[in-house]
C-alpha cells in the first residue's frame, strides 16, 4: 500500500539553527501538505502546495517557513534559525482529489 | 476563534460498547467533514468523512453523522475493540476552496477489556 513516508523520524537542533524535514508523498498525489502537533495539542495546518507552487498557508508559516519539491518525488520543509516553541511533530500529508494521507512525522526537538 | 472544537478530551468505554465521539463547528460555511484517528507516535489515518448535502455516512463499523442546524458532527464507532484506542479528531476545510484541513482539539478514546 502506498505511503507518504518522512525522514528523519526525530531531530534534535540547536535553537538558531536551520534544518529541513523530507518528505516522499504518494506518486500521484497532486497536493501536499505540511502540519504540526505540539505535544498534547492538536494537528495544526502550516501550508499546501499544489502545481510547484503554494497554495494555502496558515499564520503559523511566517518568513521563518519555506517549502520546496526540489525533484518529482520529494517535498522539504525548512525551518530557519529554529526557536525552542518550534518543537513539534511535523507531518507531511498528500492527497489526489480527496482524503489526505498523513506520513509518520518527524519529533523535531529544538534545545 | 476555533472552528472545529470536540465536546469531550477523554471517553472510556468497555470492549463492545458503542462508542460516540462529538464536535460543534462554528462555520456555518463549512461543506466538508472528515473524522481523523491518530494512534500512538502515528500520523492521523482517515476514517471518514461526510459532504455537507448529507446527514448521515456509514463506513465499516463507523458512522458519521452531521446535524447542520445546530453544527454538530459525531462519529460512532459499534462494538469498541481495543484497538480502537486512540485521539479521535474532526476537521473542516481551512479554506472551502482549497484543499487543507483544519482540525479540532480530539477525543481520547481508551477502550478497556
Known amino acids: 500500500e502506498p505511503e507518504v513516508t518522512q525522514t528523519p523520524s526525530h531531530q534534535v537542533t540547536q535553537m538558531g539553527q536551520e534544518v529541513i524535514l523530507r518528505c516522499v508523498p504518494i506518486?500521484?498525489?497532486?497536493?501536499f501538505y505540511w502540519y504540526r502537533q505540539i505535544l498534547g495539542q492538536k494537528v495544526e495546518f502550516l501550508v499546501s502546495f499544489y502545481n510547484n507552487e503554494i497554495s494555502e498557508k496558515s499564520e503559523i508559516f511566517d518568513d521563518q517557513f519555506s517549502v520546496e519539491r526540489p525533484d518529482g518525488s520529494n517535498f522539504t520543509l525548512k525551518i530557519r534559525s529554529t526557536k525552542l516553541e518550534d518543537s513539534a511533530m511535523y507531518f507531511c500529508?498528500?492527497?489526489?482529489?480527496?482524503?489526505?494521507?498523513f506520513g509518520q512525522g518527524t519529533r523535531l526537538t529544538v534545545v | 476563534g476555533e472552528s472545529v472544537g470536540l465536546h469531550l478530551p477523554t471517553l472510556s468505554v468497555q470492549e463492545g460498547d458503542n462508542s460516540i465521539i462529538n464536535c460543534a463547528y462554528s462555520?456555518?460555511?463549512?461543506?466538508?467533514f472528515i473524522w481523523y484517528k491518530q494512534e500512538s507516535g502515528k500520523g492521523p489515518q482517515f476514517i471518514i468523512d461526510?459532504?455537507?448535502?448529507?446527514d448521515k455516512r456509514q463506513g465499516q463499523r463507523v458512522t458519521v453523522l452531521l446535524n447542520k442546524t445546530v453544527k454538530h458532527l459525531s462519529l460512532q464507532i459499534a462494538a469498541t475493540q481495543p484497538g480502537d484506542s486512540a485521539v479521535y479528531f474532526c476537521a473542516e476545510k481551512y479554506n472551502q476552496a482549497g484543499t487543507a484541513l483544519i482540525f479540532g482539539k480530539g477525543t481520547t478514546l481508551s477502550v478497556s477489556s
Open positions: 500529508a498528500s492527497s489526489r482529489d480527496g482524503e489526505a494521507f
Open positions: 461526510i459532504r455537507s448535502n448529507m
Open positions: 462555520n456555518s460555511a463549512s461543506d466538508y
Open positions: 506518486s500521484n498525489h497532486l497536493y
